[in-house]
């Protein structure tokens, strides 16, 4: 079956104290996002990546780094999580430019 | 700066109904549009897409307008059900840049 796997799916941990959330596709898409999904805000992008070792920073990238080691894998990192980082966190992939995006199901961060 | 909206943060309709859900883009250079419905607790699902170079497309019992010269897009649920019952996104992209809007939430009433 065709997926987006993200790992954890729910979070709380203190201010701080680095976490990363991984993001793992088997479609062999070459095209890797991360969003955050925010009331009212919509989805934001974070960061994004097109191929291996090629990533570039999103709308809000702030606070936030990213690795692309291999294709199917593109972990999310947050080297010293703050409150405003709490958020419903969404991995996507795309098989080019103009084609949907499949999306994993979202891990719920809380920072305190 | 240049952003993707929709016209209702809520909308409800009754079961067997037709629904129309709309979003305003306002970045002219978007070549690519997308609709997905997102159930609670779980990630966007793809609905349909459709090209600039298009101005309708019609799936199973939805269809996506888009109007490019007051830079509108439209999804249009027909027969609506309870488990059409979502929140449901717009997003435009410009090569690598997808933006998404804030979203509509679509109830359906027995």
């Known amino acids: 079956e065709a997926q987006v796997t993200q790992n954890p799916r729910y979070l709380i941990t203190v201010t701080g104290k680095k976490l990363t959330v991984t993001c793992s596709q088997n479609?062999?898409?070459?095209?890797m996002s991360w969003y955050r999904q925010d009331p009212g805000l919509g989805l934001r992008q974070i960061y994004y990546?097109?191929?291996?070792?090629?990533?570039d920073k999103g709308d809000v990238p702030e606070g936030y780094k990213v690795s692309r080691k291999e294709k199917r894998n593109f972990p999310l990192i947050l080297e010293s999580p703050s409150p405003n980082q709490t958020s419903l966190y969404f991995c996507?992939?795309?098989?080019?430019?103009?084609?949907?995006?499949?999306f994993g199901q979202g891990t719920r961060l809380t920072v305190v | 700066g240049e952003s993707v909206g929709l016209h209702l943060p809520t909308l409800s309709v009754q079961e067997g109904d037709n629904s129309i859900i709309n979003c305003a883009y306002s970045n002219s250079a978007s070549d690519y549009f997308i609709w997905y419905k997102q159930e609670s607790g779980k990630g966007p699902q793809f609905i349909i897409d459709i090209r600039s170079n298009m101005d309708k497309r019609q799936g199973q019992r939805v269809t996506v307008l888009l109007n490019k010269t007051v830079k509108h897009l439209s999804l249009q649920i027909a027969a609506t059900q309870p488990g059409d019952s979502a929140v449901y996104f717009c997003?435009?992209?410009?090569?690598?840049?997808?933006?998404f809007g804030a979203g509509t939430r679509l109830t359906v009433k027995p």
């Open positions: 997003a435009e992209r410009e090569n690598n840049d997808m933006r």
């Open positions: 996507a992939s795309t098989r080019g430019a103009n084609t949907e995006a499949f």
């Open positions: 990546s097109m191929n291996v070792e090629v990533t």
């Open positions: 479609m062999n898409h070459e095209y």
